[in-house]
C-alpha cells in the first residue's frame, strides 16, 4: 500500500503537533465561477476587440480576464482560467475568425436576432420565462 494523505498528515503532525493539520496557505479548492461568468466571457470572445475600446487585433486570454475585470463581471481571474473556459466551449478567439460583429457584412435580421440571443444569455431571466436551446451543429 502506498504513502497516502494519511501519511503526510501523521508527518505534519510529528513534525508540527496540531499546527502541522492546519490548512497552508494558497491550497484547496480553486475559486468557483458561476455561468453567468462562462456565459459573458464567450460574449466577449465573439466580439471584436476595438468594438470593446481595445486596440487590438484579435483576443489573448490575458486581454479578456483584464476585460471581465475592467467590467465588474469577476474581482479577478487568470488567464489560465479563461483559457480554459474558452477550450470548453471549443472557443479560440486568437486563432478565429470573428463573424459576430456589427462590422461584419450580412443579413440587418439575423444580426438583430444574434443581439436578442446574446441578451438572453447575458441577462439574469425574470422568473416567468424560460429559455430553450436547439443547437443546429451536426457535429462536435
Known amino acids: 500500500?502506498?504513502?497516502?494523505?494519511?501519511?503526510?498528515?501523521?508527518?505534519?503532525?510529528?513534525?508540527?503537533?496540531?499546527?502541522?493539520?492546519?490548512?497552508?496557505?494558497?491550497?484547496?479548492?480553486?475559486?468557483?465561477?458561476?455561468?453567468?461568468?462562462?456565459?459573458?466571457?464567450?460574449?466577449?470572445?465573439?466580439?471584436?476587440?476595438?468594438?470593446?475600446?481595445?486596440?487590438?487585433?484579435?483576443?489573448?486570454?490575458k486581454e479578456l480576464a483584464r476585460s471581465l475585470v475592467e467590467e465588474g463581471v469577476v474581482e479577478?481571474?487568470?488567464?489560465?482560467?479563461?483559457?480554459?473556459i474558452l477550450s470548453h466551449h471549443k472557443l479560440k478567439p486568437w486563432r478565429s475568425h470573428i463573424w459576430l460583429s456589427s462590422k461584419h457584412p450580412g443579413d440587418e435580421a439575423f444580426y438583430e436576432r444574434t443581439l436578442e440571443i446574446i441578451d438572453l444569455y447575458t441577462r439574469r431571466l425574470l422568473p416567468h420565462e424560460i429559455v430553450l436551446s436547439f443547437d443546429e451543429k451536426t457535429g462536435a
Open 76 to 84: 479577478s481571474i487568470s488567464a489560465e482560467t479563461v483559457r480554459r
Open 1 to 61: 500500500m502506498g504513502r497516502g494523505p494519511i501519511y503526510k498528515w501523521a508527518k505534519r503532525f510529528q513534525k508540527k503537533r496540531l499546527h502541522g493539520l492546519d490548512d497552508k496557505p494558497g491550497r484547496g479548492r480553486a475559486p468557483f465561477f458561476p455561468p453567468e461568468v462562462a456565459v459573458h466571457l464567450v460574449k466577449i470572445a465573439c466580439e471584436r476587440p476595438s468594438d470593446c475600446g481595445r486596440s487590438l487585433s484579435q483576443w489573448d486570454s
